[in-house]
């Protein structure tokens, strides 16, 4: 170690140790619940979802496994040009401009399920139904 020549190397009363806690003990959080932390996950991806294409789904629902998380996005409401291209028989285009789409905006979604579970996400998935009824499912795996 070699000291800093302006400043002393214990700073009054740290003992060298830094500066103290500014909290309060008595304020601590208890750690999240699996609900608390399912409703976080389902909120944060329909969240990025709805950004992302402006519209979202009905309902969003994380479900939590050994390793994994899956959230399922219900009720997948379709752009208008995507609508358009499904009631022309088109709906393969669209399943896969989607899924390409979500690749590229993967690490906005691992991000929020690495927040949620402070986990480290080490693979994703997400595939889309856009026939009735309408569905995305994001995987997430954890490692």
Do not use: C, W
């Amino acid at each position: 170690m070699v000291p800093i020549a302006d400043r002393p190397e214990d700073v009054e009363g740290t003992g060298g140790q830094g500066p103290q806690d500014p909290g309060d003990p008595r304020d601590a959080r208890e750690a999240p619940t699996p609900k608390q932390v399912r409703d976080e996950i389902a909120r944060e991806i329909l969240r990025i979802h709805e950004e992302s294409y402006g519209r979202g789904a009905t309902l969003a629902n994380a479900i939590m496994g050994d390793g994994f998380v899956i959230v399922v996005l219900d009720d997948l409401e379709l752009l208008p040009n995507e609508q358009f291209l499904v009631d022309n028989g088109k709906q393969d285009a669209v399943a896969h401009v989607r899924s390409q789409y979500q690749l590229a905006i993967q690490s906005s979604f691992r991000a929020a399920i690495e927040r949620a579970t402070g986990r480290k996400v080490v693979g994703f998935a997400s595939t889309t139904s856009v026939e009735e009824p309408r569905f995305m499912a994001e995987v997430f795996k954890l490692e």
